[in-house]
């Protein structure tokens, strides 16, 4: 069970950056305050199936769609209201997903409530301001292994999926299985053949970036290349970057930022 504890335990390996997750908090709660948003808008029958959206200004704008990590047991969408700011400044209505935890549901189950948050999205967000044939998904960390599900996913009239950006992610269930994390997620040999993400599967293929930390952890940087060159190989095309002086708690904050070599790719001026 200890096999990987120095690839996934973040904030033994980052005990001053992982303050950042203060930072989250006070940033988003100032967000809230200052922004128009839309708080706990439910998307399905249990209390983690709720969405944050703060509309754009302009009806029929652009959406962008964050969805957190965590490794399905931690944090919730509160702590990334402030990526809403430059989001919404770049004219794009944002919704923050939030999902249940393990061990509460599975590892399944989790993945079955993103893809039924990003069917409500598409069906609903109109009323927001938002055009769901223009959507730029995003996920951080397992958020990123979400995101790569619904780019799997067949999706009828299409997705609307125009970019999808892959941060810090991990694609691939078995060293977790392999880990302290399984104590809290149960996942089975059966949960890593059918849940693991599979790049000749995609049938969405936007522009994807995948994006890592150069001072993150062997296994984040090996699964993202990992997960880059199969897409590649796949012939789903993609950009791969590993960023000089990032560690997986300040990726997240470069959408906090507006010029940075992830918020330029999500939003080119």
Same mark, same amino acid.
């Given at each position: ?11 033994? $390996? ?74 919404? *400044? ?21 993945? &079955? ?8 999205? *598409? ?53 977790? *299985? ?24 995609? *049938?969405? $293929? ?18 993202? &290349? ?15 970057? &590993? ?14 930022? &507006? ?11």
């Amino acid at each position: 069970m200890e096999e990987f504890e120095d690839q996934f335990n973040l904030r033994k $390996r980052h005990p001053f950056s992982r303050y950042n997750l203060v930072l989250n908090v006070f940033q988003s709660m100032m967000v809230r305050a200052q922004l128009t948003c839309s708080i706990d808008v439910s998307y399905g029958d249990s209390e983690g199936q709720k969405l944050d959206i703060f509309p754009a200004k302009a009806e029929a704008a652009p959406v962008f769609i964050f969805i957190h990590g965590g490794y399905f047991r931690a944090l919730d969408k509160s702590q990334y209201s402030y990526i809403a700011r430059q989001a919404v *400044k770049a004219g794009y209505t944002t919704v923050l997903v939030n999902y249940d935890l393990a061990p509460g549901v599975s590892v399944e189950e989790i993945v &079955r409530q993103n893809l039924s948050a990003f069917t409500w999205i *598409k069906n609903t967000i109109h009323k927001w301001n938002g055009d769901p044939s223009r959507i730029t998904l995003c996920g951080h960390s397992v958020g990123a292994f979400l995101s790569a599900k619904i780019l799997e996913r067949y999706w009828p009239g299409g997705s609307g999926i125009t970019k999808a950006a892959l941060l810090s992610g991990l694609y691939d269930l078995g060293p977790m *299985k392999r880990s302290f994390l399984n104590r809290e997620l149960h996942l089975s040999d059966s949960d890593i053949e059918n849940l693991n993400p599979v790049a000749s599967e995609t *049938k969405q $293929r936007p522009e994807i970036l995948v994006s890592v930390g150069e001072n993150e952890t062997e296994e984040f940087i090996k699964q993202s &290349r990992t997960y880059s060159d199969a897409l590649t190989g796949a012939g789903v095309r993609n950009t791969f970057q &590993r960023l000089p002086g990032i560690d997986h708690y300040t990726m997240s904050r470069l959408l906090a930022g &507006r010029k940075n070599p992830v918020m330029d790719w999500i939003f080119p001026t």
